[in-house]
């Protein structure tokens, strides 16, 4: 079956420009997951989606990162005026229900900002 | 501040070693407490996951054993193969926390 697919798998910015990362989650999940994964770390949460409810976005970084799940299914992940310190692998993930049921992780996004 | 602290932070073993790996946690809402598995360019799949009602959790060669009063849990893998060769992330959630991950333990199972 299709497992959480995230595109692109690549993306290279220049500073200061604007970026769009897309989150397909497992048709069904309720709860959707977005993660930032430096090299050599461990993945940070970023934000938490139910349905289309944000219902934490604790981990944003700045006001510069802004997620939206508006139908309760696909999802984005929008970086406004890329720093260099925002290059990382996003990581999306969807689970059935809540945090503490199984979250099935996508391949990722690295993003690399010159 | 980590919530979750895991060591070592690389593991080398050789095939048919029993590697564990450590993992400490101050939180004490924590109630969920998955390990995950992840290859180079791909992203964590979960591998095995306990909750604290029980002290050891086996699925085929990937043990779990959990001490409570200590607030730590660990990862053996039994019989280690070249192809277990990953890096492996602790995690733990609970009540109204989100899922926070340990820092990661590279593990490479030689031939």
């Known amino acids: 079956g299709a497992g959480v697919s995230q595109s692109p798998r690549y993306k290279v910015a220049k500073r200061g420009q604007d970026v769009a990362l897309r989150c397909d989650p497992i048709?069904?999940?309720?709860?959707l997951f977005w993660y930032q994964q430096a090299l050599g770390q461990g993945p940070e949460f970023l934000t938490y989606?139910?349905?289309?409810?944000?219902?934490?976005k604790s981990g944003l970084p700045s006001d510069r990162f802004f997620a939206e799940r508006p139908e309760g299914s696909v999802s984005t992940l929008k970086i406004q005026r890329t720093q260099q310190e925002d290059s990382a692998v996003y990581l999306c993930?969807?689970?059935?229900?809540?945090?503490?049921?199984?979250?099935?992780f996508g391949p990722g996004t690295r993003l690399t900002v010159l | 501040q980590q919530q979750v602290k895991q060591s070592p932070q690389s593991l080398i073993v050789q095939k048919g070693g029993i590697p564990i790996i450590n993992c400490a946690y101050e939180?004490?809402?924590?109630?969920?407490f998955p390990w995950y598995q992840q290859f180079p360019g791909k992203g964590p799949a979960l591998l095995i996951a306990?909750?604290?009602?029980?002290s050891e959790k086996k699925e085929g060669r990937f043990t779990i054993s959990f001490n409570k009063s200590a607030k730590q849990f660990s990862l053996h893998i039994m019989d280690s193969q070249p192809g277990d060769s990953a890096t492996y992330f602790c995690?733990?959630?609970?009540?109204?926390?989100?899922?926070?991950f340990g820092k990661g333990t590279k593990l490479t199972v030689n031939p």
């Open positions: 989606f139910q349905n289309e409810a944000q219902l934490d």
């Open positions: 939180n004490t809402a924590f109630d969920y």
């Open positions: 048709s069904g999940h309720v709860s």
């Open positions: 993930a969807s689970s059935p229900r809540d945090v503490t049921d199984t979250q099935y």
């Open positions: 306990i909750r604290p009602d029980v």
């Open positions: 995690a733990a959630a609970g009540g109204s926390e989100k899922l926070v």
